[in-house]
């Protein structure tokens, strides 16, 4: 007998989900635990797994197809069976009904499928063009090559950066113009500015994924029942990131830091000593935690298909600076390339989002429900400072608390960001 495999339920809210690439083709030969698919769902992308040996018979969803839970997805033969007949068991019976619109053809004029390993815009609307040139053949998108052709850019020497390698827009927009008459462009002494694209704006419908759906859903439930209010503190960094401070003393000896492990742990310090912060509004009541498990949202790539993702660190408070780097960085790598699962977004406390890396001084992030707070950090910033009375050139960071006052008031919002002011002043107490 044939081995059906449906779209399984792969979150506890998963109603849907997109297969967004295929990893066998018919005839191969698979192991149980063997990964076959990706599949996107309302909270992330994920791989999917089979959990029988056998050979892929039938690949009964498209790349980029949407299905409900159950709908059939793969049919494996087992060993002495026939991949024609196996695939032939499964002819005749009603295909289940799609959640939503299947990969289109290869009309420009139709809408892109919905994945979260492409870019989910319509640039690259139709067939992927396969380019010979230079003497490679390089995967392009039809969007890509128009305007490598307008440009006169050599895609051999482009790196693509969609799936597997496949050259879109944006790699070509930001892919310096062939020089007149084959010239090497000249050198310059100075690092070149940013590419700044000036190519025509175009009107389009960008279909959502999955996971953005879930995230405008949230988010406009978190806005719209949550009575948010924001305190903001600036915290001196000086010994944290002066020229003899904490991090370049830690990495002098080859311990290397973010100031956002810095900023988790100290989060979590402060919970322990201000709990109310570490709550949940309940119809029940207040529902104080026990642990202290810090999300910290990551944004994806735009060819996972963008949006943040949020995973967990659990029991930040009894772990160290170095544990912390560690777990933080293995995480949001595997939400960038293979997807976290349920659990490891499952349980959070308190979430962090830190823009700082991106430039951003000050933000007011929104509340991750069913949590009571959200803390959004900014950048260091080096500018002048009075202290002690004196204009002195120092460096300063600004944290913003949003919190649920149905849970958090003013004074404790307050108290809990001068506890969270004075650990990162005092980074040696983080380093215990």
Same mark, same amino acid.
């Given at each position: 007998?044939?081995?059906?495999?449906?779209?399984?339920?792969?979150?506890?809210?998963?109603?849907?989900?997109?297969?967004?690439?295929?990893?066998?083709?018919?005839?191969?030969?698979?192991?149980?635990?063997?990964?076959?698919?990706?599949?996107?769902?309302?909270?992330?992308?994920?791989?999917?797994?089979?959990?029988?040996?056998?050979?892929?018979?039938?690949?009964?969803?498209?790349?980029?197809?949407?299905?409900?839970?159950?709908?059939?997805?793969?049919?494996?033969?087992?060993?002495?069976?026939?991949?024609?007949?196996?695939? /032939?068991?499964?002819?005749?019976?009603?295909?289940?009904?799609?959640?939503? /619109?299947?990969?289109?053809?290869?009309?420009?004029?139709?809408?892109?499928?919905?994945?979260?390993?492409?870019?989910?815009?319509?640039?690259?609307?139709?067939?992927?063009?396969?380019?010979?040139?230079?003497?490679?053949?390089?995967?392009?998108?039809?969007?890509? /090559?128009?305007?490598?052709?307008?440009?006169?850019?050599?895609?051999?020497?482009? /790196?693509?950066?969609?799936?597997?390698?496949?050259?879109?827009?944006?790699?070509?927009?930001?892919?310096?113009?062939?020089?007149?008459?084959?010239?090497?462009?000249?050198?310059?002494?100075?690092?070149?500015?940013?590419?700044?694209?000036?190519?025509?704006?175009?009107?389009?419908?960008?279909?959502?994924?999955?996971?953005?759906?879930?995230?405008?859903?949230?988010?406009?439930?978190?806005?719209?029942?949550?009575?948010?209010?924001?305190?903001?503190?600036?915290?001196?960094?000086?010994?944290?990131?002066?020229?003899?401070?904490?991090?370049?003393?830690?990495?002098?000896?080859?311990?290397?830091?973010?100031?956002?492990?810095?900023?988790?742990?100290?989060?979590?310090?402060?919970?322990?000593?201000?709990?109310?912060?570490?709550?949940?509004?309940?119809?029940?009541?207040?529902?104080?935690?026990?642990?202290?498990?810090?999300?910290?949202?990551?944004?994806?790539?735009?060819?996972?298909?963008?949006?943040?993702?949020?995973?967990?660190?659990?029991?930040?408070?009894?772990?160290?600076?170095?544990?912390?780097?560690?777990?933080?960085?293995?995480?949001?790598?595997?939400?960038?390339?293979?997807?976290?699962?349920?659990?490891?977004?499952?349980?959070?406390?308190?979430?962090?989002?830190?823009?700082?890396?991106?430039?951003?001084?000050?933000?007011?992030?929104?509340?991750?429900?069913?949590?009571?707070?959200?803390?959004?950090?900014?950048?260091?910033?080096?500018?002048?400072?009075?202290?002690?009375?004196?204009?002195?050139?120092?460096?300063?960071?600004?944290?913003?608390?949003?919190?649920?006052?149905?849970?958090?008031?003013?004074?404790?919002?307050?108290?809990?960001?001068?506890?969270?002011?004075?650990?990162?002043?005092?980074?040696?107490?983080?380093?215990?």
């Amino acid at each position: 007998m044939p081995i059906e495999i449906t779209m399984p339920r792969l979150s506890d809210t998963m109603e849907e989900g997109t297969l967004v690439k295929w990893k066998v083709k018919v005839g191969d030969k698979v192991k149980a635990g063997d990964v076959v698919a990706d599949v996107e769902t309302d909270k992330a992308t994920m791989e999917l797994p089979v959990y029988d040996d056998g050979t892929i018979a039938l690949l009964a969803a498209g790349e980029g197809q949407t299905l409900a839970v159950g709908a059939l997805i793969l049919v494996l033969a087992q060993k002495g069976e026939s991949v024609e007949d196996a695939a /032939k068991s499964v002819q005749g019976r009603p295909a289940a009904a799609p959640a939503a /619109k299947a990969a289109p053809s290869a009309s420009p004029k139709a809408a892109p499928a919905t994945t979260a390993a492409a870019t989910a815009v319509s640039e690259d609307d139709g067939e992927e063009a396969a380019v010979a040139t230079s003497g490679a053949r390089v995967r392009v998108s039809p969007l890509a /090559k128009r305007i490598a052709d307008d440009k006169g850019i050599d895609l051999a020497r482009v /790196k693509g950066t969609g799936p597997d390698g496949r050259i879109i827009k944006r790699d070509v927009l930001s892919a310096p113009a062939a020089p007149a008459g084959g010239a090497k462009p000249a050198a310059s002494a100075k690092p070149a500015p940013p590419a700044i694209s000036t190519a025509a704006l175009s009107s389009l419908l960008v279909p959502v994924t999955n996971m953005r759906k879930t995230i405008a859903r949230r988010l406009l439930e978190s806005k719209t029942t949550i009575p948010h209010f924001t305190v903001t503190v600036a915290v001196n960094m000086d010994l944290l990131l002066g020229e003899r401070g904490a991090k370049k003393q830690l990495e002098s000896q080859g311990i290397k830091l973010s100031v956002n492990d810095f900023v988790v742990r100290a989060a979590a310090l402060a919970l322990l000593n201000h709990p109310g912060c570490n709550a949940s509004w309940t119809d029940a009541g207040i529902q104080m935690h026990g642990a202290v498990n810090i999300g910290v949202a990551v944004a994806l790539p735009a060819e996972k298909g963008g949006g943040l993702v949020v995973p967990v660190v659990r029991d930040v408070n009894n772990k160290s600076l170095r544990t912390i780097n560690a777990e933080v960085k293995h995480l949001a790598e595997k939400a960038r390339t293979q997807g976290l699962t349920v659990e490891e977004m499952s349980d959070g406390t308190f979430t962090i989002s830190n823009l700082g890396m991106l430039g951003v001084d000050h933000f007011e992030a929104i509340i991750n429900p069913p949590q009571a707070a959200i803390l959004a950090v900014g950048a260091s910033i080096t500018k002048p400072i009075v202290r002690d009375g004196q204009i002195v050139v120092g460096q300063e960071m600004t944290c913003t608390l949003s919190a649920d006052h149905r849970v958090i008031d003013g004074a404790m919002a307050a108290e809990y960001l001068k506890t969270l002011k004075s650990l990162l002043e005092n980074p040696a107490v983080l380093m215990v």
